[in-house]
């Protein structure tokens, strides 16, 4: 069964600083990842979706992927105030429907 | 406008009753999906649906039924509702089964 970790559990920026979160996963053969932001009391939002390995840009969000070390990251460019709330790296499972999530990571951004 | 909609917001229930959570799309989507998020699990797969009238088991299952009567409409249901199923549900829907998951505001339940 698809494990997935994130890393670091807080993390607290400053405005304009670049912010870096790690996920892992157990399955190497899977190839459909996507990264989610959580505001306190709301709902998730999609930031960005990778399928192979690299990089892929959404905005101020970058998603690194690289499957043979079953890493996925994210990188905040001049997070803001705004960026505060947990991230989620979701994994599509290729045995059945649905995603696996990590805890998240919850992130400050502070002025 | 928001493409996912989920009815009620906050419930409070008693143990052994009865809850159906109502989850409502405008996407045209395909599949739909109902999450529970719990601290220290984060959100895993109840139930989805691909087609209505037909519902799948998720990774969890056990204690919740889903029905599909609609393309746009997907419940929850607690027939017997009980402690260990406190948590937020949220509601999710997707073109395929491969595309992004757009999700819900969720659903607050506390079972006392």
């Known amino acids: 069964q698809q494990k997935v970790q994130q890393s670091p559990e807080s993390l607290t920026v400053s405005e304009g600083a670049m912010a870096s979160l790690n996920c892992t996963f157990s399955?190497?053969?899977?190839?459909?990842f996507r990264w989610y932001r959580q505001h306190s009391a709301k709902g998730l939002e999609v930031l960005v979706s990778i399928f192979s390995d690299g990089e892929k840009e959404e905005g101020r969000f970058t998603a690194h992927l690289n499957r043979a070390n079953l890493h996925v990251s994210l990188h905040i460019r001049e997070p803001q105030p705004s960026d505060s709330a947990v991230y989620l790296c979701a994994v599509k499972n290729n045995y059945a429907q649905g995603l696996t999530f990590g805890l998240g990571t919850r992130v400050s951004v502070f002025p | 406008e928001a493409a996912v909609t989920q009815s009620p917001r906050s419930k409070v229930a008693v143990t052994g009753g009865k809850v159906t959570l109502s989850c409502h799309q405008t996407n045209n989507h395909d599949y739909m999906y109902w999450y529970r998020q719990d601290t220290g699990h984060g959100l895993r797969l109840i139930h989805y649906?691909?087609?209505?009238?037909?519902?799948e088991k998720g990774d969890i299952p056990d204690g919740y039924k889903a029905s599909r009567p609609s393309q746009e409409n997907f419940s929850l249901i607690l027939e017997l509702a009980s402690l260990s199923q406190t948590a937020v549900y949220f509601c999710a829907s997707s073109d395929r089964g491969q595309d992004t998951q757009y999700f819900g505001p969720g659903t607050r339940l506390l079972v006392l």
């Open positions: 649906s691909y087609v209505a009238d037909s519902t």
């Open positions: 399955d190497g053969t899977s190839n459909n």
